[in-house]
């Protein structure tokens, strides 16, 4: 099984960005797929998943306002949309998959990918 993050880089305040993770050798319309981030110091914090056939999103309270998540199922792709970045969305993006259990718990995502860093200037 392999997850592997697009799209990450540097980009200014105020615009906009979309991470892109590649899912392989799993059966991936059967998973949730979520987006967690990490700054630097900081825990690994939820962002955003989409549930099995993409009928069900949750977002965090603190970019739900700014952030999409979608997923091409026959592309195996979850995208992350990000508008109006600020300062405070710089972190290293993590995708994750899980079978069952809590979206918001990194404890319940059985597969990881190795990251995408997205920096924002001001």
């Known amino acids: 099984v392999q997850l592997v993050e697009f799209g990450g880089g540097l980009v200014q305040a105020g615009a906009s960005l979309r991470l892109s993770c590649a899912a392989s050798?799993?059966?991936?319309?059967?998973?949730?797929v979520a987006w967690f981030r990490q700054a630097p110091g900081k825990e690994r914090a939820f962002v955003a998943a989409?549930?099995?056939?993409?009928?069900?999103?949750n977002y965090a309270d603190s970019v739900k306002d700014r952030v999409t998540i979608s997923r091409d199922d026959a592309k195996k792709t979850v995208y992350l949309q990000i508008d109006s970045l600020k300062l405070d969305d710089t972190a290293v993006y993590y995708c994750?998959?899980?079978?069952?259990?809590?979206?918001?718990?990194?404890?319940?995502?059985?597969?990881w990918g190795q990251g995408t860093q997205v920096t924002v200037s001001s």
């Open positions: 994750a998959a899980a079978w069952r259990g809590s979206v918001y718990s990194t404890a319940s995502h059985d597969y």
């Open positions: 050798g799993l059966t991936f319309e059967s998973y949730t």
């Open positions: 989409i549930r099995w056939r993409g009928g069900i999103t």
